[in-house]
């Protein structure tokens, strides 16, 4: 096996983010429910995207690129966590998305236009036409340019959860459960390998907010990773445990979202966002509720960030 240490890596994150039991939640589900903070790596306003982009940037600077481009939707955290974490190492970013969602300047819109972001938005449903279009203006720019793709989500990515992961288990406790937001599936692909690595007792299970393929998707980044990593290890899409938490589409809230949104609020003082970690939540709330875990388990639920998406739309907490 190839080691973490020897691949490129820029130190953005503010590492080990905090591990804690959530003492009233676990009370009310009846199980013993952990939170990894990871919406605290410490630049803009936190999350997971920042453990990927410390391998991404690196692989970036190796190649001697001076624009990044990357994409998602008009409120992607990961779109804003890499337009933060350029601007930081003196590179350009340049944001192609589609326009879908919230384009006016509330929540990330908002903190990309405080950062003097260069954000394009184009009216499509295909990211391969995005990726043509940073092509194109990459090559019109004549500099030496970068692509990330939509959340991160590719092997050099993932090595980001992989090393999470061995975080996780470097930190003495024992969990039985691993949950994470599903969006574009690089964190549940470093998580999963990762528990595969160093945590092998532990289950892992991704809460799907979009309604792609995932296990297709998953599996296949855990392949790459494996790869990179010289694994000798046989990935198949049944080594990806799922639970479909989209409820009404993508970056539209659920009721059940809210919910969980309410009670994080309401019991632990910490705000999730209707997105990603709210429906997230939700899942690993329902799993409780169906028994899915013992009352000795410990279950750990990854908070990857986001927090900015709940000032960009509306939603019904009644």
């Not at 309604?211 to 980044?221: E, H, K, Q």
């Not at 999730?272 to 279950?299: H, Q, S």
Request: aromatic share 6%.
């Amino acid at each position: 096996m190839k080691g973490l240490n020897e691949f490129d890596r820029i130190p953005l994150a503010l590492l080990p983010t905090p591990l804690h039991k959530l003492e009233n939640i676990s009370r009310i589900l009846g199980t013993n429910v952990w939170i990894k903070r990871d919406d605290l790596t410490g630049i803009g306003l936190g999350g997971n995207k920042v453990r990927k982009l410390e391998f991404l940037l690196a692989d970036a600077k190796k190649k001697g690129a001076e624009i990044i481009f990357t994409t998602g939707g008009a409120q992607s955290n990961h779109a804003m966590l890499t337009a933060a974490c350029v601007k930081k190492l003196g590179m350009t970013p340049i944001l192609i998305l589609k326009k879908r969602g919230v384009t006016d300047r509330k929540g990330n819109q908002l903190l990309e236009y405080l950062m003097d972001t260069d954000v394009r938005f184009m009216d499509t449903d295909s990211y391969d036409d995005i990726y043509a279009e940073m092509d194109r203006v990459g090559m019109e720019s004549g500099k030496p340019y970068y692509k990330i793709p939509c959340g991160g989500s590719n092997a050099i990515g993932a090595l980001g959860y992989i090393a999470c992961m061995k975080e996780i288990a470097d930190s003495g406790i024992h969990f039985d459960h691993v949950i994470c937001a599903e969006g574009s599936g690089g964190t549940h692909a470093g998580v999963a390998l990762g528990a595969k690595l160093y945590m092998p007792e532990t289950k892992t299970m991704g809460m799907m907010v979009d309604d792609d393929p995932f296990d297709l998707i998953t599996s296949g980044i855990m392949r790459e990773a494996a790869q990179l990593l010289e694994l000798d290890m046989d990935i198949t899409p049944a080594d990806v445990h799922l639970l479909n938490m989209c409820g009404p589409g993508y970056a539209i809230a659920s009721e059940e979202g809210n919910a969980a949104i309410r009670m994080m609020a309401e019991n632990e003082g910490l705000f999730l966002d209707p997105v990603y970690t709210g429906k997230a939540f939700a899942g690993l709330i329902r799993l409780a509720k169906e028994g899915a875990f013992k009352p000795t388990d410990n279950v750990l639920f990854l908070y990857s960030g986001g927090a900015g998406g709940l000032f960009a739309v509306d939603i019904d907490l009644d």
